[in-house]
Nanobody
Framework: QVQLVESGGRLVQAGGSLRLSCAAS????????MAWFRQAPGKEREFVAA????????FHADSVKGRFTISRDNAKKMVYLQMNSLKPEDTAVYYC????????????????WGQGTQVTVSS
């Protein structure tokens, strides 16, 4: 069984930066595709970014492209989301997700999820 624990969320001013972390335990992390999703109040969960098992392929939602960067460290079993130029509309609970299948933006294809970390961007 794989456990994912997110951290790094907090209140930040618009234009600021944050780095979210996701720590994995159990399973073979280096074979997992990993992703970040977010869910704002009253909205559906949406894809933010994904990374292949090797880190060789990354994908970012258009809404965050050029501002957010996903990365991973397989030796440390960590996934990161560097968020720059934050906007109030980035306010949401951010979730880390993982799966042994191919990297994808489809949330239903990820078997493992963390509990989420709150990011609040003030204007």
């Amino acid at each position: 069984q794989v456990q994912l624990v997110e951290s790094g969320g907090r209140l930040v001013q618009a234009g600021g930066s944050l780095r979210l972390s996701c720590a994995a335990s159990g399973g073979t992390f280096s074979s997992f595709a990993m992703a970040w999703f977010r869910q704002a109040p009253g909205k559906e969960r949406e894809f933010v970014a994904a990374i292949s098992w090797s880190g060789g392929s990354t994908f970012h939602a258009d809404s965050v492209k050029g501002r957010f960067t996903i990365s991973r460290d397989n030796a440390k079993k960590m996934v990161y989301l560097q968020m720059n130029s934050l906007k109030p509309e980035d306010t949401a609970v951010y979730y880390c997700a993982g799966d042994q299948g191919p990297v994808t933006s489809r949330s239903r294809l990820y078997d493992y999820w963390g509990q989420g970390t709150q990011v609040t961007v003030s204007s």
